[in-house]
């Protein structure tokens, strides 16, 4: 896996540069370049990640960026509310609106979903490549009008490694949230449904979870939440990996396994 950075001729120069010294990659002056697995874009519409080597028979994908504006974010985030399985499990559904900690942010929807409940959101996303897609898509929903500038206010990014963010709770130096969610990136069932399209790229370009050192991630957030740690599952259905959990909240691609 080998990722080039572009910028297209009308794209902020100044803002590339920025990039390019936080993230250190090959810099081609084609959008089309050989050699390379993926490509990240800087182009007018802001930052993007794609898939240069499509496998056989499937077309060329637009490319995966964070937009706080898409219409089935905004449909998810205006029709179904409380209602919804993030919700019930964080404990929306019962208590007011919280601080929750994002430890694994990834693109930011989860997070969205909730600050437009009313949680105060604080997320952590370890990957520089992704807190970089995700800052841009902030900075663009920031000069949104309405209602989408009021929940990008809820929102703080970090970048930082979640172990370390923990052991800063624990001493002290930082405040203890009411709610931690994770988001592992868990290795995809063989016999599990097609992963959507952003997801299954960044699954490509960053390291799966390992169960044995998410069991230490978990342990440790369980140490620093005031209520409660939600850990978001691929699969409908409660797995030998949710065992110990106090319950668990149902959903038809996810669940989520609730830590009290």
Do not use: W
């Not at 920031?142 to 624990?170: K, P, S, T, W």
């Not at 044995?212 to 850990?231: I, N």
């Amino acid at each position: 896996m080998k990722i080039a950075f572009y910028c297209h001729p009308d794209a902020d120069q100044d803002y590339f540069g920025e990039l390019q010294d936080a993230l250190q990659l090959p810099v081609v002056s084609s959008d089309q370049p050989e050699q390379y697995s993926h490509l990240l874009r800087l182009d007018p519409e802001g930052l993007g990640l794609e898939r240069l080597q499509q496998p056989s028979g499937q077309q060329q994908q637009q490319a995966t960026r964070v937009d706080f504006l898409d219409a089935g974010l905004q449909y998810r985030q205006q029709s179904t509310g409380k209602q919804q399985g993030i919700a019930k499990a964080v404990g929306l559904n019962r208590h007011a609106p919280m601080h929750v900690m994002d430890a694994t942010a990834g693109l930011g929807r989860d997070a969205f979903i909730l600050a437009s409940l009313g949680c105060r959101v604080s997320m952590l996303e370890s990957s520089m490549l992704v807190y970089c897609l995700l800052r841009d898509g902030i900075s663009r929903a920031v000069m949104a009008e309405g209602e989408i500038r009021q929940i990008m206010q809820g929102m703080q990014l970090e970048h930082g490694q979640a172990l370390e963010y923990f052991q800063a709770i624990q001493n002290g130096s930082r405040e203890k949230p009411d709610v931690i969610y994770l988001d592992p990136m868990f290795p995809v069932r063989q016999k599990s449904a097609a992963v959507k399209k952003d997801m299954s790229i960044l699954q490509e370009i960053l390291p799966l979870q390992d169960e044995s050192a998410f069991a230490a991630l978990l342990q440790a957030a369980r140490d620093c939440a005031v209520k409660r740690v939600v850990v978001k599952r691929p699969g409908s259905k409660k797995g030998r990996q949710d065992q110990g959990a106090s319950f668990i909240v149902p959903g038809k691609a996810a669940h989520f396994s609730v830590y009290v």
